[in-house]
């Protein structure tokens, strides 16, 4: 591909896309939020009733959806069969139901060959759980991000506190715990960290320390 890309991987909540969002304003790339993707696929489960454990229903869902990635004034817009869903997919429920139908091969396949095509038509930012594994093994810079359980937790607490949201602090900290474990002990494509990934812990630094350390490791990869 004559693309650049950065990868960045880790487990729910380590802050992942808003440190490449900030990297890609910054690099003027494209930024591929591909939990997005996972997540309209179990937005559509739920809203149509499936049973997650049914795989067969989950691949003939898969053959009958479309997915559509667009950009409006820089912002990611996930379509599904053409409508605009991106704002019905951030609640924590699609959130726990995307981590059970991710370990599908035909969801997965469906998802990196779209994610591949999109990495070979710009410069592009991708975060996952994936991507330097597997999305995109060449990668000119892999981060894996990540940060403490009780730091995870307490950020998106805020998050959602700050939205009136009241749910607890330790029904957070369950849920991502579950949500990690599902991840990296699925057996397709398990989150982990690539060979060739840079470790970076945000428990003890701001946004912008990360973005910096980010873009600062990658202008001495390129
Ligand atoms: O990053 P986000 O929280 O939106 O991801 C939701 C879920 O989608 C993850 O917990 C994981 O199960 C799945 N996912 C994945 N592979 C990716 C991105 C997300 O399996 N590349």
Not at 37 to 46: N, Q
Not at 66 to 93: A, P, S, W
Request: aromatic residues 6%; contains cysteine; proline residues 2%.
């Amino acid at each position: 591909s004559p693309f650049k890309s950065i990868a960045i991987d880790g487990p729910a909540g380590a802050g992942k896309s808003t440190i490449a969002k900030k990297v890609a304003e910054t690099l003027g790339y494209v930024y591929i939020d591909t939990g997005a993707m996972y997540r309209a696929i179990a937005y559509e489960c739920i809203r149509k009733n499936i049973n997650i454990k049914d795989e067969e229903a989950i691949n003939t869902l898969c053959s009958n959806i479309d997915i559509i990635i667009q950009y409006v004034d820089g912002e990611q817009q996930v379509l599904l069969n053409n409508e605009n869903v991106t704002h019905y997919i951030r609640t924590t429920e699609v959130g726990n139901v995307t981590s059970q139908i991710s370990v599908y091969h035909n969801v997965r396949k469906k998802l990196v060959e779209l994610q591949q095509k999109l990495a070979h038509q710009a410069n592009v930012i991708m975060d996952g759980r994936d991507i330097g594994t597997y999305v995109l093994p060449n990668a000119n810079l892999k981060i894996f991000l990540t940060a403490s359980i009780e730091q995870r937790a307490q950020r998106r607490w805020k998050e959602l506190n700050d939205k009136g949201d009241q749910t607890q602090l330790k029904t957070l900290e369950a849920q991502i715990k579950e949500r990690d474990y599902n991840d990296m002990n699925r057996k397709i494509a398990p989150l982990k960290k690539a060979e060739d990934a840079i470790e970076v812990d945000t428990s003890n630094m701001s946004i912008e320390e990360v973005v910096k350390k980010v873009i600062s490791l990658y202008n001495k990869r390129i």
